[in-house]
């Protein structure tokens, strides 16, 4: 799975050399001769078309013999082929000849693939003919542009698949033509005429390969369809919309694969993990069948199959050339899925079916499927369905919690006459669609899709049915446009560009498409799961994964994404007043695990990785509590970014005040000390540990801030926290005894080294013989057992190390790199937790070592990607992902908040030349583009 170009494709005329005025020069005598207008604008129509069809256009329906169209075209060749006497060397356009040089001393191979016939003629007079690899002309394929062909036979000469070659074209048709063979394009000319290409450029003056290609890292690619992998596939190319998440199932479906779509805030109840998100119908569902035979890749054979998720648009393309089974037909099948980011209610389906050699009778069957499961736990039941030749409805309901969801869909087709009917298969409800294709007929099939849910609509059915009339008049194209225009918006603020490293690129913006689609845009009532909605690991529960790893990007790039998500936690508030009275402390205690409510769902039993037939306790739940601060952090980080004091006031500041309530019971006084025993830190490699310092820390933090907010609040909002005195029984005692806990609790500094030490005993514990276990494939937990991981120093994820990325300016540099020195070495980076990589990637910069950082940084980068912890099939890992971001924008940049705003202050790679980014800080902003080749 990759984004890279290993060849450059161009088309000849007006890319390499002008030939496109002697053409247009050429239909114009052409034209005069017969009596024709022909203008320059007419002529637009002409680039990138074959010969033929130039004519027909140029004739616009006048009826010619097929002879006098003979000696028609074979009069404006002799034409043109007299002008291209004249073409020499000097004929090149500007920047080719150098970008030519360029390609050839990079190792990148180059092809031309043009629609004229006299293309060798013009390559042997341009004197290029040993510059390129590949020469493919009108005579090469029977299908001209707009159809792939040419495109795919020039990569198939070159040995290169289409997903690693780039296209550079001057027409429309072409641009078209090679996007149909899943090939990155770049564009010349003006936006009006090659505005779908991926790159649109003037010309090639001055465009260096790295111009070209660096296009090619919007996008994720799958170049072979490998059954095997699959899950982790289905895992990278999930879709979202800040409402859903599908996963990247195949809408035909494949044996053995996980599909499922997950939507905010769909709960059930679930087994000992108590509550799950359910798996809802599955909208992309389709049978395809080609002259009675069911399309599959598990049957049959394809070829020119390539996959990739467009990250600018967040629409996910598939196309496969299929032969039939026992027959010499061959289908090509395109397919375009939208879950629309402009509408989060909407979604679609775009197919393409066209025959290449023999006519073919298609039947497509498209349904609402919802005979899905949570891996084999069953939670919706159907209330009702519908279906006739025009539409299908369905509508379920979850098994415990009753919740009920509605979709709706439609067919729309273009290209050939159809019969459509009803399909009213039980639980399956959707339209028949059935066609007779010529060769080389193009039909289009659009599956509109809308859905809806009790959580948004009091008659989920009709508003489903509402917005299925609304979304299929409308049509695909415009549909696209409104999606495409808001992912725009996204990316105009919220991208990170990486000159220099494309595999960096590539990985850092699948991250932030990822956590946008997971963040909901409207909703307040839900958060963002350790999973967000890309799969069944974790159930859908959110832990502070959401509130450290992943709302700081949200936060300094789409604050209104980050308020949302942090109301979750305060609409989950007497969730966790209950978990603190539960265990005998006023106040508010966040769960562990959080679902709906805010009660704590983490399970307390679960299977030993070791031996499954045995169950191994769960702590986490019980004495993971450091989760409470992590909540108060994030919304003071919101807070300061933002500048939000409605926000503070009336939700961040009370929820400060009611979880210092708690903190102040749990900790322990000891003498003129305190103590919080019995936790399980950040680590998570030891439980049952005392005074761990990353959870001190916090609870340090976490007190001196709620003071600081209480004297912030009696200033600005006297009547409002007179309320909060009295609900909390926030009285002088109890803020003197916080002062106390703040001035006494135990963290385990030593101030003449700078070394913190883990948790008390930690020093004690036994070394790790860390060459012994050079060659494992799995965590030292896993190799060492839960009980004996507890008596050695070794940890899961950074600790005391994210204690200092969090409060990194109130430590000086000695006791940085004391600690990175001491811990850095004794942490799983490798097989540990997903979490730490980026941190250690932040952590490094800070102790002036960017090279090291970026080690750190390539093995978060590659966690989902590459899937190099062997566990992506579960989902998308969403604290990575947004650790990622920060390990850029902290780390490599450097960036810190200043009385005058952000600062940075870079430590960048060397291979890095360029690192730009946008933040926003109290509504304003900041632009930052760090080169540091400028700056030498």
């Known amino acids: 799975m990759d984004a890279y170009i290993d060849a450059v494709i161009f088309d000849l005329d007006g890319v390499i050399t002008d030939t496109a005025e002697y053409h247009f020069q050429a239909w114009k005598r052409l034209a005069q001769e017969n009596g024709i207008p022909f203008t320059r604008a007419d002529n637009e129509k002409l680039r990138g078309v074959s010969r033929r069809n130039s004519l027909e256009l140029l004739l616009a329906g006048q009826s010619v013999t097929e002879s006098q169209a003979e000696e028609m075209m074979a009069h404006k060749n002799g034409y043109y082929r007299e002008m291209l006497k004249t073409v020499s060397p000097t004929n090149l356009l500007p920047g080719v000849k150098n970008l030519l040089d360029e390609l050839s001393l990079n190792g990148t191979k180059v092809g031309i693939a043009s629609a004229s016939r006299n293309a060798s003629t013009v390559v042997d007079r341009l004197d290029i003919r040993n510059r390129i690899d590949v020469l493919c002309d009108g005579s090469s394929v029977n299908r001209q542009k707009p159809a792939p062909d040419l495109f795919l036979h020039t990569a198939n000469l070159l040995d290169i698949h289409p997903s690693r070659c780039l296209v550079v074209e001057d027409a429309a048709s072409g641009i078209e033509a090679a996007q149909a063979a899943g090939m990155i394009t770049v564009g010349l000319g003006p936006v009006g005429r090659v505005g779908k290409a991926d790159l649109v450029l003037p010309n090639l003056k001055n465009v260096s390969i790295a111009d070209l290609t660096r296009v090619a890292t919007w996008r994720v690619s799958e170049s072979e369809f490998i059954p095997t992998q699959q899950h982790h596939h289905e895992t990278v190319f999930t879709q979202g919309n800040g409402y859903l998440g599908t996963r990247g199932t195949l809408e035909e479906g494949y044996p053995g694969d996980l599909q499922a779509t997950f939507i905010h805030g769909f709960w059930d109840d679930a087994p000992i993990v108590s509550t799950e998100l359910a798996n809802v119908p599955d909208w992309t569902a389709l049978e395809i069948w080609i002259d009675g035979h069911n399309f599959k890749l598990d049957c049959g054979v394809f070829s020119n199959y390539i996959r990739y998720l467009d990250l600018r648009t967040g629409v996910l393309h598939r196309r496969v050339r299929w032969s039939l089974p026992n027959s010499d037909s061959?289908?090509?099948?395109?397919?375009?899925?939208?879950?629309?980011?402009?509408?989060?209610?909407?979604?679609?389906?775009?197919?393409?079916?066209?025959?290449?050699?023999?006519?073919?009778?298609?039947?497509?069957?498209?349904?609402?499927?919802?005979?899905?499961?949570?891996?084999?736990?069953?939670?919706?039941?159907?209330?009702?369905?519908?279906?006739?030749?025009?539409?299908?409805?369905?509508?379920?309901?979850?098994?415990?919690?009753?919740?009920?969801?509605?979709?709706?869909?439609?067919?729309?087709?273009?290209?050939?006459?159809?019969?459509?009917?009803?399909?009213?298969?039980?639980?399956?409800?959707?339209?028949?669609?059935?066609?007779?294709?010529?060769?080389?007929?193009?039909?289009?099939?659009?599956?509109?899709?809308?859905?809806?849910?009790?959580?948004?609509?009091?008659?989920?059915?009709?508003?489903?049915?509402?917005?299925?009339?609304?979304?299929?008049?409308?049509?695909?194209?415009?549909?696209?446009?409104?999606?495409?225009?808001?992912?725009?918006?996204?990316?105009?603020?919220?991208?990170?560009?990486?000159?220099?490293?494309?595999?960096?690129?590539?990985?850092?913006?699948?991250?932030?498409?990822?956590?946008?689609?997971?963040?909901?845009?409207?909703?307040?009532?839900?958060?963002?799961?350790?999973?967000?909605?890309?799969?069944?690991?974790?159930?859908?529960?959110?832990?502070?994964?959401?509130?450290?790893?992943?709302?700081?990007?949200?936060?300094?790039?789409?604050?209104?994404?980050?308020?949302?998500?942090?109301?979750?936690?305060?609409?989950?508030?007497?969730?966790?007043?209950?978990?603190?009275?539960?265990?005998?402390?006023?106040?508010?205690?966040?769960?562990?695990?959080?679902?709906?409510?805010?009660?704590?769902?983490?399970?307390?039993?679960?299977?030993?990785?070791?031996?499954?037939?045995?169950?191994?306790?769960?702590?986490?739940?019980?004495?993971?509590?450091?989760?409470?601060?992590?909540?108060?952090?994030?919304?003071?980080?919101?807070?300061?970014?933002?500048?939000?004091?409605?926000?503070?006031?009336?939700?961040?500041?009370?929820?400060?005040?009611?979880?210092?309530?708690?903190?102040?019971?749990?900790?322990?006084?000891?003498?003129?000390?305190?103590?919080?025993?019995?936790?399980?830190?950040?680590?998570?490699?030891?439980?049952?540990?005392?005074?761990?310092?990353?959870?001190?820390?916090?609870?340090?933090?976490?007190?001196?801030?709620?003071?600081?907010?209480?004297?912030?609040?009696?200033?600005?909002?006297?009547?409002?926290?007179?309320?909060?005195?009295?609900?909390?029984?926030?009285?002088?005692?109890?803020?003197?005894?916080?002062?106390?806990?703040?001035?006494?609790?135990?963290?385990?500094?030593?101030?003449?080294?700078?070394?913190?030490?883990?948790?008390?005993?930690?020093?004690?514990?036994?070394?790790?013989?860390?060459?012994?276990?050079?060659?494992?494939?799995?965590?030292?937990?896993?190799?060492?057992?839960?009980?004996?991981?507890?008596?050695?120093?070794?940890?899961?994820?950074?600790?005391?190390?994210?204690?200092?990325?969090?409060?990194?300016?109130?430590?000086?540099?000695?006791?940085?790199?004391?600690?990175?020195?001491?811990?850095?070495?004794?942490?799983?980076?490798?097989?540990?937790?997903?979490?730490?990589?980026?941190?250690?990637?932040?952590?490094?910069?800070?102790?002036?070592?960017?090279e090291l950082a970026c080690e750190h940084f390539i093995r978060a980068m590659r966690t989902d990607i590459k899937n190099v912890r062997g566990n992506s099939d579960d989902g998308i890992h969403a604290a990575s992902a947004g650790g990622l971001w920060q390990a850029v924008i902290f780390g490599f940049a450097g960036l810190r908040l200043t009385e005058n705003g952000p600062k940075t202050n870079p430590r960048l790679p060397k291979h890095w030349k360029r690192l730009s980014f946008k933040v926003l800080f109290h509504g304003q902003v900041y632009e930052f583009d760090i080169q540091p080749e400028k700056s030498r």
């Open 330 to 850: 061959e289908v090509d099948l395109l397919f375009e899925r939208v879950p629309s980011l402009a509408d989060p209610h909407v979604m679609i389906v775009h197919l393409e079916i066209i025959p290449i050699n023999n006519p073919v009778s298609v039947e497509v069957r498209s349904m609402l499927n919802s005979h899905v499961d949570n891996k084999g736990l069953l939670h919706l039941h159907t209330v009702s369905q519908y279906s006739d030749e025009n539409q299908a409805d369905l509508v379920v309901q979850t098994r415990s919690t009753e919740k009920i969801l509605a979709m709706s869909t439609r067919l729309v087709t273009e290209g050939a006459h159809v019969k459509c009917a009803g399909r009213d298969c039980s639980g399956s409800p959707g339209i028949k669609m059935s066609a007779h294709l010529n060769s080389g007929q193009s039909l289009t099939l659009d599956k509109f899709v809308t859905v809806f849910t009790s959580r948004e609509s009091e008659d989920p059915l009709a508003s489903a049915q509402i917005k299925i009339k609304e979304t299929s008049s409308a049509g695909y194209e415009t549909l696209r446009t409104a999606n495409d225009k808001v992912w725009k918006d996204f990316w105009e603020m919220s991208d990170v560009m990486i000159e220099g490293d494309d595999e960096a690129q590539v990985a850092l913006r699948h991250s932030l498409y990822q956590l946008r689609i997971a963040a909901s845009t409207n909703e307040q009532h839900v958060s963002i799961g350790a999973k967000s909605l890309s799969g069944f690991g974790y159930r859908g529960h959110t832990f502070w994964d959401n509130e450290i790893f992943v709302l700081p990007f949200f936060t300094y790039t789409q604050p209104a994404l980050a308020r949302n998500t942090l109301m979750y936690r305060w609409h989950t508030l007497p969730g966790a007043r209950l978990k603190a009275a539960a265990n005998g402390f006023s106040g508010a205690q966040y769960a562990w695990e959080s679902a709906e409510t805010g009660k704590e769902v983490t399970p307390t039993w679960g299977i030993d990785f070791n031996d499954p037939s045995k169950l191994t306790r769960i702590w986490t739940g019980d004495i993971e509590i450091h989760i409470s601060a992590d909540i108060a952090y994030a919304m003071h980080q919101y807070w300061q970014v933002t500048g939000d004091d409605e926000f503070w006031k009336s939700v961040g500041v009370p929820i400060l005040l009611e979880t210092a309530v708690f903190w102040g019971e749990r900790a322990e006084p000891e003498g003129d000390k305190f103590a919080i025993r019995d936790v399980i830190g950040a680590d998570e490699y030891h439980d049952h540990v005392d005074n761990n310092a990353f959870t001190n820390r916090m609870v340090k933090w976490h007190l001196e801030t709620a003071l600081a907010a209480f004297d912030w609040l009696t200033d600005k909002a006297p009547k409002h926290v007179a309320k909060l005195k009295q609900q909390l029984n926030l009285t002088p005692d109890r803020l003197a005894y916080w002062r106390r806990i703040i001035d006494g609790l135990i963290i385990l500094h030593n101030p003449e080294t700078g070394l913190i030490e883990q948790f008390e005993g930690f020093f004690q514990l036994k070394e790790v013989k860390w060459p012994a276990y050079d060659e494992r494939t799995k965590s030292m937990q896993e190799l060492l057992g839960i009980e004996d991981t507890n008596k050695y120093q070794v940890l899961k994820q950074a600790d005391v190390i994210m204690m200092l990325c969090l409060h990194s300016e109130n430590y000086d540099k000695k006791t940085w790199q004391t600690n990175w020195d001491y811990y850095n070495p004794r942490t799983d980076h490798s097989y540990g937790s997903s979490l730490s990589p980026a941190i250690h990637a932040w952590a490094a910069c800070n102790s002036e070592q960017p």
